[in-house]
């Protein structure tokens, strides 16, 4: 899927798509064929443990943006470094129905295209957003959402992490080709700042998305997203880790 193929993800065909698929997730997606949950999770744990304020004697609150059947959210609830609470917002009632069998705080039906839990701010500790923004129509607007329920401090910056799709243009193919088969061959030395570079150099919509919304990026990395079914291809996104101001 495409960026520019958001528009034709409205709501309906939203959770239409996920009513049906919601019948077999949790069985279709393993750490394997699915990594990017539990990459993204552990950047965010990872940072918190490198963090200078003691998170480790307090409640670290997260928010899982399109949380589906909780997948997104397993790092969170497996973790023994801190005690984890967990808040999945989505648009899927058969998807949070399955949710529902996880040990979440609180979840919530909402449409990330609408203004939710308006009037609050600085709630949360960190948010994830794993496998959703393709089918994000105004995605200014979410991110400021975001920013704004994320809890801001004197010696903290809460963390956002997300993935994103890869726009399929030649620079980006090119890109991947190279990255890919570097990694094939362990030539991996020094990847980090490769694709670090790459991005803010060439992604310029996501980086002003960042810049404008109030995030900093301190993570990037080519994340395998899923094998499409129709083409057999493998299917990378951005996996993405961004700090609030
Ligand atoms: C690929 S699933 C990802 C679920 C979960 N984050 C994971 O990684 O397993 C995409 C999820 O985004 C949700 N979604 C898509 N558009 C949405 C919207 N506008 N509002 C709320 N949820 C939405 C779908 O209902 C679906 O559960």
Redesign the pocket.
């Known amino acids: 899927m495409k960026l520019e193929d958001q528009e034709q ?1 409205n ?1 309906e065909r ?2 239409s ?2 009513r049906e ?2 019948k077999n ?1 949790d069985d279709d ?1 393993s750490i394997e064929s ?1 990594p ?2 539990y990459i993204i999770g552990s950047w965010i744990i990872k940072e918190l443990k490198n963090c200078t304020f003691d998170t480790k004697k307090k409640v670290v609150k997260i928010l ?9 959210s397993t790092p969170f609830f497996s973790s023994e470094d801190f005690l984890f609470e967990v808040t999945g ?4 009632e058969e ?1 949070l129905e399955i949710a529902k069998n996880k040990p979440f705080k609180m979840l919530k039906q ?4 609408t203004d939710f839990f308006e009037d609050q701010v600085e709630i949360f500790d960190a948010a ?5 923004l ?4 105004n995605l200014p607007k979410l991110f400021f959402k975001i920013n704004k329920l994320l809890k801001k401090g004197k010696d903290k910056k809460p963390l956002f992490g997300l993935t994103s799709p890869i726009l399929l243009n030649e620079n980006n193919i090119k890109f991947m080709k190279n990255f890919t088969d570097c990694k094939k061959k362990e030539e991996n030395v020094a990847c980090d700042d490769t694709v670090f570079n790459y991005f803010k150099q060439y992604e310029k919509n996501l980086t002003n998305l960042f810049i404008k919304t109030n995030f900093k990026l301190l993570k990037v990395d080519l994340i395998f997203g899923y094998k499409d079914s129709v083409s057999l291809r493998n299917i990378f996104y951005w996996g993405l880790l961004l700090e609030a101001n």
């Open positions: 993800w709501i939203v959770k798509l996920y698929m919601s997730y997606v699915y990017s949950p899982d943006v399109g949380c589906g059947t909780g997948v997104s917002i989505d648009a899927t998807m909402v449409d990330l295209n994830v957003c794993v496998g959703v393709d089918f994000i129509q």
